[in-house]
T-cell receptor, first 110, second 116 residues
Framework: DGGITQSPKYLFRKEGQNVTLSCEQN?????MYWYRQDPGQGLRLIYY???????QKGDIAEGYSVSREKKESFPLTVTSAQKNPTAFYLC?????????FGPGTRLTVL | AQSVAQPEDQVNVAEGNPLTVKCTYS??????LFWYVQYPNRGLQFLLK??????LVKGSYGFEAEFNKSQTSFHLKKPSALVSDSALYFC??????????????FGTGTRLQVTL
């Protein structure tokens, strides 16, 4: 069963802690992306990666970090430097110009 | 810089009636245009896209969209709405690129509410 999986579905973090969101795909897509969704603001691009061991900053990369050690995996770390991390985080991968999305992780900072 | 405008925060329509969700865009060069749908607490589902060719694009679940270059619009339409179509709809644009990664710009979304 092919697709994009994100874990966990819900995540709670205390202020000052780093947390890592998982994104895995078995679609054999080269490119992967991380977006943040806030109410009324649509989706904003955090980071994207075109190939393994390469990634670029998106529009709101400050306070986030990523790695791309395997084609299938693109984890996102939300660091303590991110001032307002509470949001819905969406991972996507793409082939032939079309992006396909995972189910999302809802991060709440307590 | 590219941008997308979805001028209506919410669209209300009765089941069985036609629906239109509006989208206008701004991009350098030829646009690639997309519509996605999002149900509560879920990821985005791809509905349809325009790359080139016929201005009327047909997609999933009976949806279609019409590309209008002169008006820079890509409105989403469906001839007969269903209650199950109620969701959040996003329009997205990117310029033509030969790169592997497609950097999309999304609109702020339009909530579609279909009632009996």
């Amino acid at each position: 069963d092919g697709g994009i999986t994100q874990s966990p579905k819900y995540l709670f973090r205390k202020e000052g802690q780093n947390v890592t969101l998982s994104c895995e795909q078995n679609l054999n897509h080269d490119a992967m992306y991380w977006y943040r969704q806030d109410p009324g603001q649509g989706l904003r691009l955090i980071y994207y990666s075109q190939i393994v061991n390469d990634f670029q900053k998106g529009d709101i990369a400050e306070g986030y970090s990523v790695s791309r050690e395997k084609k299938e995996s693109f984890p996102l770390t939300v660091t303590s430097a991110q001032k307002n991390p509470t949001a819905f985080y969406l991972c996507a991968s793409s082939i032939m110009d079309t992006q396909y999305f995972g189910p999302g992780t809802r991060l709440t900072v307590l | 810089a590219q941008s997308v405008a979805q001028p209506e925060d919410q669209v209300n329509v009765a089941e069985g009636n036609p629906l239109t969700v509006k989208c206008t865009y701004s991009v350098s060069g030829n646009p690639y245009l997309f519509w996605y749908v999002q149900y509560p607490n879920r990821g985005l589902q791809f509905l349809l896209k325009y790359i080139t060719g016929d201005n009327l694009v047909k997609g999933s679940y009976g949806f279609e969209a019409e590309f209008n270059k002169s008006q820079t619009s890509f409105h989403l339409k469906k001839p007969s709405a269903l209650v199950s179509d109620s969701a959040l709809y996003f329009c997205a644009v990117r310029p033509f690129s030969t790169g592997t990664a497609s950097k999309l710009t999304f609109g702020t979304g339009t909530r579609l509410q279909v009632t009996l």
